[in-house]
């Protein structure tokens, strides 16, 4: 586990200092602590991160092994301890890279023969060659939840200058609303239903799956025609009834949240179109290439991580904001809870002994400038310190609205520049007075009107949302999450802490249909369920 001893003496130290000082000491900070690949610029120099810092946060790295450790993950080890399984996302974007061995075999020829399947079943629904009863494909509904909805609805939602597919709708929650809603706009004749599950087990997935394909048959589609899979059980597609040219599979070895940039991604590659996809992938390689190849203190993902684990396991701080300034980017900060949430949200060590230290953060987030007008008070002012993330481009996709972009990145950066700067109290008063306040009522009012400063942020900048730039960023956050749980000690690849609900929520299936007692519950959970019983209508 992570030796944070000489850490927690220089943040002691560094309390003596702000942030400003070190601009005020150092003309190059920007450039001396920022961190870049491709186009993409990670400017972590608005945090108190100075040389001495970095180096002991780099030390830990050593520490860690984390070279050895990052090559085994590439090499197809099993890494994940837990689950004996190795952790190969980062072959499902081996485009041009050689083999890739797991128990002797090599992996990529089935992952780029599914990757071709994709590319001509998509493109054959995007051109009309596959259809449904009543025609081509004008909706694909994916069915999926976790690391089988997230990906995707984020990576369609951001990718939305390149759509020229068929409108895609991703139906997740369990919740009857959730399916109701999307498909009562559809026609169930030319609908295409993608049912992803990597164990094709999920309640809630399958739930909506029957419940997709009631709809289609008394529609007048044909779910024979109509359905496809994907996961990493074939058999239990195949006892779905779905036929095996319409499933496609993925190993053991791609985690779920992990997955978008394989068969997961496939109502992507229908929206964006093959080239699009294939241009994603990509990104996530040259991330990839950077993250094997760069010194740690100039490796992006490892330099994302390290100020994590110093905002969080050094200097405590419980949760951190990710605060993309770009509306196509909504469901990012969702995407990003599942990453490092599922992943690092762990109590307990590779080795089974507990940690000492904190596990990752709390991770939130909305859009700029939505959450400007939102939630951004408490962040300049609360009581809790809470590193923000920002995340923005240097252009947007509407040539002719770029009044807009500029209101929007000059917003971004005024953030992270009010956090750090903050306003004194002398500043304070001095506008009180020019507002024609004096005495007591100048001080009350002043004091309301102090930002603190001095709270850290990182800025991610991109010329451009482009499908390349949506790689490199998410392949960013798997590698920092990765950085981040070797650091730990811990296993980023299982999600134990999931199953005890799912457990629960089997047992109390019988009790909320009122067919069993719910006497072996608790009285909370017993009282809430007779509630249920006596209002359910
Ligand atoms: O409940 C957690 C989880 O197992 C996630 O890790 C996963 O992404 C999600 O459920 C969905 O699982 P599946 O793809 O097997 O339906």
């Known amino acids: 586990m992570m030796q944070l001893d000489p850490l927690i003496s220089l943040a002691s130290a560094s309390k003596e200092r702000t942030i400003l000082d070190l601009f005020a ?6 450039e001396t602590f920022s961190a870049s690949t491709g186009d993409l610029l990670f400017d972590y120099s608005k945090t108190q991160i100075d040389d001495k810092i970095r180096d002991a946060l780099t030390d830990l790295c050593e520490a860690a092994n984390l070279g050895e450790r990052r090559e085994a993950m ?16 980062t072959a499902l974007r081996n485009l041009d890279g050689g083999p890739i061995e797991v128990d002797g075999l090599d992996v990529m020829p089935d992952v780029l023969d599914t990757l071709q399947r994709m590319r001509v079943f998509a493109e054959e629904v995007r051109g009309g060659a596959v259809s449904g009863a009543g025609g081509s494909f004008t909706d694909v509904v994916n069915i999926g939840i976790g690391g089988s909805d997230l990906g995707p609805v984020m990576a369609t939602h951001a990718l939305a200058p390149y ?35 990597k164990t094709f087990t999920t309640i809630e997935t399958m739930t909506n799956a029957r419940t997709a394909r009631a709809w289609m048959e008394d529609g007048g589609g044909d779910p024979g025609m109509q359905f496809a899979a994907v996961s990493s059980a074939v058999d239990k597609t195949k006892a779905f009834g779905i036929p095996d040219e319409r499933v496609f599979g993925f190993a053991d070895w791609v985690g779920g949240r992990y997955s978008v940039w394989g068969p997961v991604g496939l109502p992507v590659m229908i929206a964006v179109g093959s080239n699009a996809f294939d241009a994603f992938l990509r990104g996530g390689q040259a991330m990839d290439v950077h993250f094997r190849a760069a010194d740690w203190a100039e490796n992006m993902p490892v330099m994302l991580a390290l100020v994590g684990i110093w905002h969080r396991q050094v200097l405590g701080h419980a949760s951190r904001a990710v605060l993309p300034y770009d509306q196509r980017l909504l469901r990012l900060p969702a995407y990003f809870q599942q990453l490092e949430m ?3 949200g762990k109590s307990v060590a590779m080795d089974g002994s507990s940690l000492t230290i904190a596990s990752g953060p709390v991770v939130w987030g909305e859009p700029g400038t939505n959450g400007q007008h939102a939630f951004y008070q408490l962040i300049h002012q609360g009581t809790d310190v809470i590193p923000c993330e920002f995340m923005v481009a240097a252009q ?3 040539p002719e609205l770029t009044h807009h972009h500029r209101l929007l990145l000059a917003n971004c950066l005024a953030q992270s520049e009010a956090l750090m700067r903050g306003r004194s109290l002398d500043e304070a008063r001095q506008r009180m007075a020019e507002n024609g306040l004096t005495g007591a009522e100048l001080d009350r009012q002043a004091r309301h009107r102090v930002f603190p400063g001095n709270r850290p942020s990182s800025t991610l900048i991109f010329p451009k949302l482009t499908p390349f730039v949506l790689g490199q960023i998410v392949a960013l956050y798997e590698h920092r999450v990765f950085v981040e749980g070797v650091l730990l000690g811990i296993n980023s690849f299982d999600q134990w802490g999931v199953e005890l609900g799912k457990e629960l929520a089997t047992s109390l299936g019988p009790i909320v249909d009122g067919e069993e007692t719910a006497s072996g519950k608790d009285g909370s959970t017993a009282a809430l369920v007779a509630y249920a019983l006596r209002h359910r209508g």
């Open 163 to 197: 759509h020229d597919g068929p409108r895609v709708h991703y139906v997740s929650n369990v919740d009857g609303a959730h399916i109701a809603d999307t498909l009562r706009q559809l026609d169930p004749t030319r609908t295409l239903v993608i049912v992803a599950s």
């Open 396 to 398: 947007g996709h509407e």
């Open 74 to 89: 590439f090499a197809g080890e099993k890494i994940n301890e837990t689950e004996g399984r190795a952790v190969l996302h």
């Open 342 to 344: 599922e992943s690092n």
């Open 25 to 30: 000491k150092d003309m190059n900070r920007a």
